[in-house]
């Protein structure tokens, strides 16, 4: 298909542009296996979140955390794309650096919503074992 034959102009109407970043979600959740595990761990946690009570407060940071991790794969993907796009799919020294980078992204704000995960829900089970015992 000819460059002429595609569309090359920005998207006039709301709805379309709606419609294309839907299917780009669609796309990194049907091609990128992390994407499945980050959203299967988020909606774990928030089923946790509802089984105990999370404060209003304690919400905010459950689902800035998860939707900070799903940016971010959504970034690393990106990345790793388009350096495919420009190296021909070949290995490159500099390509690398930016696939690393954008993972070590990917991994940094992975840990930090460990850490919030454990700052929510530790004291929480931690109160539930003791007053089960």
Do not use: C, Y
Not at 7 to 15: A, D, L, R, S
Not at 30 to 35: D, F, G, K, L, S
Not at 62 to 83: A, D
Not at 87 to 107: R, Y
Request: aromatic content about 12%; proline content about 2%; cysteine-free.
């Amino acid at each position: 298909m000819d460059l002429k034959d595609k569309q090359t102009e920005k998207n006039k109407h709301f709805i379309a542009s709606l419609e294309f970043a839907v299917q780009g979600i669609k796309t990194v959740f049907r091609e990128e296996r992390n994407m499945r595990t980050h959203i299967f761990m988020g909606v774990l946690a928030i089923i946790m979140g509802f089984i105990f009570r999370l404060a209003i407060t304690e919400w905010l940071w459950l689902l800035l955390v998860i939707f900070l991790v799903l940016v971010m794969e959504i970034i690393n993907t990106v990345f790793e794309n388009v350096v495919d796009m420009v190296t021909d799919f070949h290995f490159h020294p500099i390509g690398k650096k930016i696939k690393d980078m954008a993972a070590g992204a990917v991994l940094l704000t992975t840990f930090f919503a460990v850490v919030v995960g454990v700052l929510l829900f530790v004291p929480k089970i931690w109160q539930l074992i003791q007053d089960f015992l």
